[in-house]
């Protein structure tokens, strides 16, 4: 039997009458077509379905809808608009951090959960990051300088306030990455 569930989704209050076994990518993709959020396995290991959930990124094929109740997500479409791309999109843009494109909504979002933690990440702490993402085209080394390019890009904008385009500021979370 359906019940209801009520999400702040990018910013907006949404009520959807959902299966209590439905996961949230489903939901995100089915009921809310939120599509820029990707299932790419059944296994819970690409991250191509990565959203935020509150501030922490997660793989929504791992959670359930029900759980999501009452909490806020933020799916790829939140974070910018074509006219105004977030700056992780326009990194990986300019940096061509992406091939097929498949992988990349969850690789951003992994991103802007660790960008809203680190300031300045190291390569390191990156590639930590977004190990529960797999991408199969771009062999890793774009996406981290896309990222890097992102970080100096939200650092510089954070300096001069009144060109800052998005916040990046949350409290510090849960760490990024595999757990996710
Ligand atoms: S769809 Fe692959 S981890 Fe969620
Ligand atoms: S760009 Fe194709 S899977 Fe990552």
């Known amino acids: 039997m359906k019940r209801p569930v009520t999400l702040t989704i990018n910013g907006a209050s949404r009520t959807v009458e959902v299966e209590p076994r439905a996961l ?3 939901v995100l993709r089915d009921d809310l077509n939120l599509t820029g959020t990707h299932i790419g396995c059944d296994t819970s290991q690409c991250g191509a379905c990565t959203v935020l959930l509150d501030d922490d990124a997660v793989k929504s094929c791992t959670v ?3 759980q999501a109740d009452g909490h806020a997500i ?3 479409e939140g974070i910018g608009t074509a006219e105004r791309l977030h700056p992780l999109q326009t990194a990986f843009w300019e940096k061509h951090g992406l091939q097929c494109g498949f992988c990349t909504p969850g690789v951003i979002m992994c991103a ?3 960008l ?3 300031a300045d990440p190291s390569e390191a702490e990156i590639r930590h990051a977004i190990e529960g993402n ?3 085209c771009t062999g890793y080394q774009n996406i981290v300088t896309a990222i ?3 970080a100096a890009a939200m650092r510089a904008a954070k300096a001069e306030p009144r060109t ?3 916040p990046s500021a949350k409290p510090a979370g849960q760490p990024a990455g595999a757990g996710v």
């Open 24 to 26: 949230l990518v489903h």
């Open 74 to 76: 933020t799916t790829i």
């Open 112 to 114: 802007v959960d660790l």
């Open 164 to 166: 800052a385009a998005f």
């Open 64 to 66: 359930l809808a029900v």
């Open 116 to 118: 809203s933690r680190i």
């Open 148 to 150: 890097q390019s992102a």
């Open 134 to 136: 797999l991408c199969r």
